[in-house]
């Protein structure tokens, strides 16, 4: 172990921080001391506690000086916290893994399975209890996805006001084509982002979009889908429309 001598006496570095300083501080009057700890990128340089008698007002308590010998000098090691860069394998597993859960049922069921067969007739009800209707789940997941998808791709993008912009007013459809064109620019945002993942440095910060990564927009993506097919899965069912396996 490194050890320091003061005064006769060998102490640890950690026993002179904690007590060594703390006694000399004790035995010299602030103003009456200079006090000299140097720390350089190598390690403990030297260290110095020296009264000056001709400022100190009670003579009887100032001492000579207290020379404190280093008997060695430990490095102290600065601690590298940069993050390890992934390998390319690494990178193409988790870009695959991504894509997966964009476009396929993992743990739960997906946005494809969430909207098949719905009547026409129940996609714009709201049951009792429940916020939202069918429609505006749809409509509300595929404003998000565009939103996200523009902003991680698109410089020039301008989000929708929020949350007002994020959800249609009316619970039914506004036309007999509404739901299908809903559904349609859903999956034709998700291929677009399928694509950008296939092709992208998906860890690469992306300055136009305060520096997240595409890795990032899509797991945000996920995360707010899935919270939301849940809500849907949920209001089919109590308008007894989800089918049972």
Same mark, same amino acid.
């Given at each position: ?6 005064s006769?006496? =060998? /102490?640890s570095? $950690?026993q002179?921080r904690?007590r060594?300083?703390?006694m000399?501080?004790?035995i ?6 200079q006090k000299?700890i140097? =720390?350089s990128?190598?390690?403990i ?16 308590v100032?001492r000579?000086?207290?020379?404190i010998h280093?008997t060695?000098?430990?490095?102290l090691q600065r601690e590298d916290?940069?993050m390890?860069?992934?390998?390319t ?5 988790f870009r ?5 859960? #964009?476009?396929?049922?993992n ?6 399975a ?8 129940l996609?714009g009800e709201?049951p ?6 069918? =429609?505006?789940l749809v409509e ?5 996805q565009w $939103?996200?998808?523009? =902003?991680? #791709? ?5 989000s ?6 994020y /959800?249609p007013?009316?619970?039914k459809p506004?036309?007999?084509k509404? /739901? $299908?064109?809903?559904?349609a620019?859903f999956?034709?945002?998700r291929?677009k982002l399928v694509?950008a993942l296939d ?5 690469a910060?992306i300055?136009?979009a305060?520096?997240q990564? %595409?890795?990032?927009k899509?797991i945000?993506?996920?995360d707010h889908?899935?919270?939301?097919l849940?809500? %849907?899965?949920? %209001?089919r069912r109590?308008?007894?429309? /989800?089918?049972?396996?």
């Amino acid at each position: 172990m490194m050890k320091l001598r003061v005064s006769g006496c =060998y /102490w640890s570095k $950690d026993q002179f921080r904690n007590r060594g300083i703390s006694m000399l501080s004790s035995i010299i009057p602030s103003r009456s001391r200079q006090k000299t700890i140097v =720390y350089s990128a190598q390690g403990i340089t030297n260290y110095r506690m020296t009264p000056t008698i001709a400022s100190c007002h009670n003579q009887s308590v100032c001492r000579p000086t207290f020379p404190i010998h280093l008997t060695s000098v430990p490095k102290l090691q600065r601690e590298d916290t940069t993050m390890p860069q992934k390998s390319t394998k690494e990178s193409n597993s988790f870009r695959k893994e991504l894509i997966s859960l #964009l476009t396929e049922d993992n743990a739960h069921a997906g946005f494809d399975a969430a909207v098949k067969n719905l009547p026409v007739n129940l996609r714009g009800e709201r049951p009792r209890g429940l916020s939202h209707s069918a =429609y505006q789940l749809v409509e509300h997941l595929r404003i998000a996805q565009w $939103d996200i998808v523009e =902003y991680a #791709l698109n410089p020039n993008h301008k989000s929708p006001n929020f949350p007002d912009g994020y /959800w249609p007013k009316s619970p039914k459809p506004s036309h007999a084509k509404a /739901w $299908d064109r809903s559904i349609a620019s859903f999956r034709a945002d998700r291929k677009k982002l399928v694509a950008a993942l296939d092709k992208s440095d998906i860890l690469a910060p992306i300055r136009h979009a305060n520096n997240q990564s %595409l890795a990032s927009k899509t797991i945000l993506l996920l995360d707010h889908n899935a919270y939301h097919l849940g809500q %849907l899965i949920l %209001l089919r069912r109590l308008l007894n429309a /989800w089918p049972e396996k």
